[in-house]
């Protein structure tokens, strides 16, 4: 039954190869359930809420893509997108979280709209590739002032703005030990290298006595503080476009491009380099961003760390299926969640940043109309702490130069329209 509904011998695999590949996956990107809930709560959300909302959401995501779109693809709440979600959205621009979860739902709702008409390809091949790459880039540097903000590594200093922590504090000391350790066991290409940097980071803090251990296992939390607690009506306000958009753009390139790229590694591509079934893969990420607002997270997106389960032999759908089966098992984990501190998740915030930031490589480096654009775009995001407002001004930077300097035919009009509507925001809304 499974070999016929998956195709395993179609696509060269097998059951226990597809099993061995999802368990290797789910390793890799364990990390979400501990780091999560620990950013969320920051904006004001119950921990063990989001906790659940979190495993619902991956289990829930990750299946509709085995079974429906049968790649070996997993998801779950997005790095970066749930930084945006509580350091830009609701800490920084003073919303609360449920119009914050409001907007998540309204963009999962166009994500779907825009992935089952033709409107996504004309989105995707109108923006320009510079500053697609430089939009990871910058959250990418985006959440990595966040992780060394929660290690404890930069502190705020009024002379300088930003400044070095105090480094001889254990709990800083660990951060940046958890962070070596998490990067040499991903140079030693072993499988769960973030997990296991989190965890060993977590005990060196207990027996150092700068943490308590909470235990490992029991029934799952409450999930109604959270649950169905989305403000729809308060997010549908005019002034709060530009953070729908924001959420649904970067939701949009993030998983085009990690869809892409692991089906690139996993050989999945046709002939003409395209993707079979990319409406059903990104119908399956969008459904699953709806279905996180509702539950109480942040959007919800496909996963790179997929690329390990696929380096393991993971082929088909079969490999989804069963990282989903493990989120929903590790519900009973959640005491073990709250034992992990901040200290420990933010090495793996900071790893997570570094391999973000490597798309900055692939811009256009010869062409000053379309590096500077970038680079603006991916320094604002962090320097103005929201993702809104770097995407904003590398748009209207990239329509501006390219008007100077007579070359204004390569901006193509979703690029114009857009950075038109960014000045109009600044222009009336501030």
Same mark, same amino acid.
């Given at each position: 039954?499974?070999?016929?509904?998956?195709?395993?011998?179609?696509?060269?695999?097998?059951?226990?190869?597809?099993?061995?590949?999802?368990?290797?996956?789910?390793?890799?990107?364990?990390?979400?359930?501990?780091?999560?809930?620990?950013?969320?709560?920051?904006? !004001?959300?119950?921990? !063990?809420?989001?906790?659940?909302?979190?495993?619902?959401?991956?289990?829930?995501?990750?299946?509709?893509? &085995?079974?429906?779109?049968?790649?070996?693809?997993?998801?779950?709440?997005?790095?970066?997108?749930?930084?945006?979600?509580?350091?830009?959205?609701?800490?920084?621009?003073?919303?609360?979280?449920?119009?914050?979860?409001?907007?998540?739902?309204?963009?999962? %709702?166009?994500?779907?709209?825009?992935?089952?008409?033709?409107? +996504?390809?004309? =989105? @995707?091949?109108?923006?320009?590739?510079?500053?697609?790459?430089?939009?990871?880039?910058?959250?990418?540097?985006?959440?990595?002032?966040?992780?060394?903000?929660?290690?404890?590594?930069?502190?705020?200093?009024?002379? $300088?703005?930003?400044?070095?922590?105090?480094?001889?504090?254990? $709990? %800083?000391?660990?951060?940046?030990?958890?962070?070596?350790?998490?990067?040499?066991?991903?140079?030693?290409?072993?499988?769960? *290298? #973030?997990?296991?940097? @989190?965890?060993? $980071?977590?005990?060196?803090?207990?027996?150092?006595?700068?943490?308590?251990?909470?235990?490992?296992?029991?029934?799952?939390?409450?999930?109604?503080?959270?649950?169905?607690?989305?403000? #729809?009506? !308060?997010?549908?306000?005019?002034?709060?476009?530009?953070?729908?958009?924001?959420?649904?753009?970067?939701?949009?390139?993030?998983?085009?491009?990690?869809?892409?790229?692991?089906?690139?590694?996993?050989?999945?591509?046709?002939?003409? &380099?395209?993707?079979? +079934?990319?409406?059903?893969?990104?119908?399956?990420?969008?459904?699953?961003?709806? @279905?996180?607002?509702?539950?109480? /997270?942040?959007?919800?997106?496909?996963?790179?760390?997929?690329?390990?389960?696929? +380096?393991?032999?993971? +082929?088909?759908?079969?490999?989804?299926?069963?990282?989903?089966?493990?989120?929903?098992?590790?519900?009973?984990?959640?005491?073990?969640?709250?034992?992990?501190?901040?200290?420990?998740?933010?090495?793996?915030?900071?790893?997570?940043?570094?391999?973000? $930031?490597?798309? #900055?490589?692939?811009?256009?480096?010869?062409?000053?109309?379309?590096?500077?654009?970038?680079?603006?775009? *991916?320094?604002?995001?962090?320097?103005?702490?929201?993702? /809104?407002? !770097?995407?904003?001004? &590398?748009?209207?930077?990239?329509?501006? =130069?390219?008007?100077?300097?007579?070359?204004?035919?390569?901006?193509?009009?979703?690029?114009?329209?857009?950075?038109?509507?960014?000045?109009?925001?600044?222009?009336?809304?501030?």
């Amino acid at each position: 039954m499974l070999n016929n509904y998956f195709k395993l011998e179609e696509n060269g695999t097998t059951v226990r190869r597809e099993v061995i590949a999802g368990v290797t996956t789910f390793l890799t990107m364990a990390y979400i359930i501990f780091v999560n809930p620990l950013i969320l709560s920051d904006a !004001g959300m119950d921990f !063990g809420g989001v906790f659940v909302a979190t495993c619902l959401a991956a289990a829930i995501g990750t299946a509709i893509m &085995g079974f429906w779109a049968n790649y070996p693809i997993a998801m779950a709440p997005g790095m970066g997108l749930n930084a945006f979600f509580t350091y830009g959205v609701v800490l920084g621009m003073g919303h609360s979280w449920q119009i914050a979860l409001g907007m998540v739902f309204i963009s999962g %709702v166009l994500f779907v709209i825009i992935s089952v008409l033709p409107i +996504r390809e004309w =989105i @995707i091949n109108a923006i320009p590739r510079s500053l697609k790459m430089a939009t990871g880039a910058g959250i990418g540097l985006f959440l990595g002032i966040i992780a060394m903000k929660n290690a404890g590594l930069v502190v705020d200093n009024p002379a $300088t703005l930003v400044g070095l922590g105090d480094i001889t504090q254990w $709990t %800083v000391i660990l951060a940046v030990i958890g962070f070596i350790l998490i990067a040499a066991l991903d140079a030693l290409k072993i499988p769960g *290298a #973030i997990i296991l940097g @989190i965890l060993v $980071t977590t005990v060196a803090g207990i027996v150092l006595g700068v943490s308590e251990f909470q235990g490992v296992a029991s029934a799952p939390p409450d999930p109604g503080t959270v649950m169905f607690q989305l403000d #729809i009506g !308060g997010a549908l306000d005019l002034a709060l476009v530009g953070i729908i958009f924001a959420f649904l753009f970067t939701d949009l390139f993030d998983t085009t491009g990690t869809l892409v790229g692991v089906a690139h590694r996993a050989g999945l591509l046709d002939k003409d &380099g395209k993707l079979p +079934r990319l409406k059903r893969a990104l119908v399956a990420d969008s459904t699953a961003t709806v @279905i996180g607002a509702a539950a109480g /997270t942040s959007p919800v997106t496909c996963y790179i760390e997929s690329a390990a389960g696929v +380096r393991a032999g993971g +082929r088909t759908g079969l490999t989804a299926v069963v990282v989903a089966i493990l989120f929903l098992l590790a519900l009973f984990l959640s005491p073990l969640a709250n034992t992990v501190p901040g200290y420990a998740t933010a090495p793996a915030l900071l790893f997570v940043a570094c391999l973000m $930031t490597q798309g #900055i490589t692939e811009v256009d480096w010869e062409d000053v109309t379309e590096y500077v654009p970038a680079v603006v775009l *991916a320094m604002a995001m962090p320097f103005t702490f929201s993702i /809104t407002d !770097g995407l904003a001004l &590398g748009f209207i930077s990239y329509a501006a =130069i390219k008007l100077l300097s007579g070359r204004f035919g390569e901006a193509k009009p979703a690029v114009l329209i857009l950075a038109a509507l960014f000045v109009a925001k600044y222009v009336w809304l501030g």
